[in-house]
């Protein structure tokens, strides 16, 4: 579904990914763990049209989407869920939500859908005309992902979503994801929490100063060995 081929993206003259190939198939949950500054935001960015790839390729279902912009990005099918969020917090939580349907025409399928979304963030609903700045960082997070469903895409890319969250509410995003998951959604994932991440996940991808240094299937087997080659990283 999701192809990125050597991708390389650049800050001026600095690298932040260097030969970056990454797949994600139909269907699958698919993590990019590592350090710090290891790439992977960048990666996420340039899927999304916020960089421009200074090399390699990124096609979505078989579609060159690499350069395109970040509207169009979504038109193709793929929503982001920026690291920070980013939702809007002088506007109503039913105004965000509204915004990650902007670019549709099919006013009864959106209402659906945002009928759908506070289906599975109850909260939300519950907060629908508060401005969504008055959220906890946890429902913000629920907020932001449910903009982005909004869009209906086929693949969400979620950057970092447990970032600065208490533990309960950790735990919350990451049963949203499962659920996500559940629902057929396929997903890109970005996470700090490398083993926990890996341990839902189809497959993963490690990268470390720009590149991927290891791959391969996920789940609760496969994260002992990543562990040490992740702390391997940080030594
Ligand atoms: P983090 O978890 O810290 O976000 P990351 O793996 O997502 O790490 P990136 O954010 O993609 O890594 O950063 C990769 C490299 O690019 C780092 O060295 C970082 O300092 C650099 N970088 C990221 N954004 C910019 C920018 N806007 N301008 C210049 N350098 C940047």
């Given at each position: 579904m999701l192809q990125i081929t050597d991708l390389t993206v650049r800050y001026g003259s600095i690298?932040?990914?260097?030969?970056v190939t990454v797949e994600v198939a139909e269907g699958e949950l698919v993590t990019m763990v590592g350090p710090n500054g290891a790439g992977k935001s960048s990666t996420m960015r340039a899927v999304a049209g916020l960089e421009k790839p200074a090399g390699g390729t990124i096609t979505f279902d078989g579609r060159p989407i690499g350069g395109l912009r970040p509207e169009q990005v979504v038109a193709a099918g793929l929503a982001l869920v920026p690291e920070g969020r980013h939702?809007?917090?002088?506007?109503?939580v039913k105004e965000n939500l509204s915004l990650g349907a902007?670019?549709?025409?099919d006013r009864k399928a959106v209402a659906a859908d945002l009928e759908r979304e506070l289906e599975r963030f109850p909260i939300l609903r519950e907060r629908i005309?508060?401005?969504?700045?008055?959220?906890s960082g946890g429902e913000q997070q629920q907020l932001a992902i449910a903009r982005a469903l909004m869009s209906r895409p086929q693949l969400l890319l979620l950057d970092e979503p447990s970032l600065g969250l208490a533990p309960r509410m950790v735990d919350s995003v990451f049963a949203t994801i499962e659920s996500l998951r559940a629902d057929g959604i396929t997903i890109l994932l970005v996470e700090q929490n490398a083993t926990r991440a890996v341990a839902m996940s189809d497959r993963y991808y490690l990268l470390r100063t720009g590149e991927v240094v290891r791959s391969g299937l996920a789940g609760p087997d496969q994260v002992a060995g990543l562990a040490e080659d992740y702390l391997a990283g940080h030594s």
């Open positions: 690298p932040a990914v260097r030969g939702i809007f917090g002088g506007l109503t902007v670019s549709r025409r005309d508060q401005a969504a700045g008055f959220l």
